[in-house]
Structures are given as C-alpha cells and as structure tokens.
C-alpha cells in the first residue's frame, strides 16, 4: 500500500503528490517545518509545535494555511490512514509558488504538504548507550529561531560527524555551545544543576526542551537557562540533548573528552523517565 500524504489540499498516494517547481520553498527555501513524534499511535507535545510552527510562518509574514485545529485533523487523519503507530508527522508550509524573483508578491497562497514516517523512537542505541558528539563552529543565518527548511548547514555538519566517527554535532559559537545541529543541548554540573541556553535569536526554541523545563520546575530539579562554554561542556558531569525524534537522549562524549566514564549519568536517567512517563511510556532500558 502506498503511504498516504496531504498535497495540493487533498489526501492522495505519495507517488501521485505533485508540487510547482516555482515553488518558493524549492527555490529559496522560503519554508518551515515541523515534525511531532508519534509514540503508541498517538502525537507528542502537539500543541507546542502547532504554536511553533505559526510563530514561524508570523516570522516571516506567512499566513498560517489552515487553522491549527485544521491542521491537527490531517494530522489525526494521516495517522489513521497510514496505520502509523510509532514514527513522526511532517509538516510543511512555504509562501507559495509564482515565477522566480527574489521579491515576492503580496497575497501568495502558500503552499501546505504534510506526510508520516515510520521511525523507532523508543530504546534507541543512542538512549540506552548515548551519543558522542562533535564540536563545529554554528554556519547558520541568525534567525535559529525561526524553524526554516533551510538546513544545508545542518545536512553538511552531520554528514561531517559521521565520517569522522561521531553520532551527530553541536554547534558554538564564541566559544559557547548555541545547540545541537537538530537538537536542543543540555549539560549537568558536578552538583546536579541543569544548564541550558535561553531562548533566543541564536536557537530553535524546542518544544521537547519547553516540556522537559516543566518537567524540571515540577519536579524541582535546580534548571539555569545560561550560555555555556565549551570548556564547561566538555567538563560537565553529563550531557544530553533533546528533540521531538531523540526525545532525551544522553550525550557521553564531546569533542575527543568522555562524560562520566562514557557512559550515561543518573540525573539524565532520571530525566528520561520523567518524559517518558509524561506520554505513558515505560522508563528506557539500559
């Protein structure tokens, strides 16, 4: 059976899902996305990343396409038609399609597309074991918060990684860790304190992160939203990074130094469990 998409303002095959080439979200990247998990069938941290996703397009002087709970209902609707039980629900909204030219005209229609993909989310190897990290100077635009398709930067810095033997990249600069190249970073101090940077100009504010806060205030574990530097970093008691795909994942080698013997740290576990539990998931093993 052919996966189920949404395209052109109807649900159709994938093979049959057809898009402008004058497209401006294939021509200049004039785009956001976002991508909520899907764990048991049902979405995670939806709303948060329904209200990311019109900051976004409002950024950028995009209407939304549809209203969120519109949006949800395809959402909803291409689980049910892809029987999709554990994986991620794309989606994308770009300006629009006219002929090419840097300056865009008032009124566009944009242009909204939607699909699944089947994914293992839950007791990863990168759960259960962590993820090593590498460490590259941040090569993006300055509006990071701004969730555009244009990742290139992203694509090249974990195409790097790989071929140098590391999971995945954090990104700095000045000297200080801005995020991971798809994922918000996290460290833990020797006395349990969890440091993240703020939100701002210079990251994608995280709709796991903004979870995992939460989680953080109500179980009163002590949180500091602060840059921090590589030296700290690399000096933490722990790391970990969070994403709608990784959820909390530890992080046990940055750069050429190894956290906590190589292994994940306790306070990373205990955080695991705590946002696992908030979408009725058992703790992760390992």
Not at 206 to 224: F, I
Request: charged share 25%; net charge negative; glycine share 8%.
């Amino acid at each position: 059976m052919a996966r189920i998409v949404y395209c052109g303002g109807e649900f159709v095959a994938e093979n049959e899902a057809k898009l402008s080439l004058f497209d401006r979200g294939f021509l200049f990247g004039d785009a956001v996305y976002e991508v909520t998990a899907v764990i048991g069938g049902k979405m995670v941290d939806n709303d948060l990343h329904l209200a990311r996703l019109e900051r976004s397009l409002s950024e950028l002087s995009i209407p939304m396409p549809l209203s969120r709970e519109e949006i949800e209902a395809i959402q909803l609707a291409l689980i049910e038609k892809n029987a999709l039980v554990e994986g991620t629900v794309y989606l994308q909204v770009s300006r629009g399609a006219e002929d090419r030219d840097f300056l865009y005209s008032d009124g566009l229609e944009p242009t909204f597309i939607a699909f699944t993909q089947v994914k293992n989310l839950l007791g990863s190897k990168g759960q259960k074991q962590g993820l090593s990290v590498n460490l590259a100077e941040d090569p993006r635009w300055e509006r990071r918060d701004i969730k555009t398709v244009m990742l290139l930067g992203q694509v090249m810095a974990k195409r790097q990684a790989k071929a140098t033997g590391f999971d995945d990249t954090w990104f700095f600069e000045d000297g200080a860790i801005t995020e991971g190249a798809s994922s918000s970073a996290f460290i833990v101090t020797h006395d349990r304190r969890i440091i993240t940077r703020g939100n701002s100009k210079a990251i994608l504010p995280g709709c796991t992160r903004a979870a995992l806060l939460k989680l953080c205030s109500a179980h009163d574990v002590v949180l500091e939203e602060r840059p921090f530097t590589i030296a700290e970093a690399q000096g933490a008691a722990e790391a970990f990074q969070t994403s709608a795909t990784s959820l909390v994942t530890p992080i046990v080698r940055i750069g050429d130094v190894s956290l906590n013997g190589g292994v994940p740290g306790p306070v990373t576990r205990q955080l695991q469990a705590y946002y696992l539990e908030t979408v009725n998931i058992p703790k992760a093993a390992g």
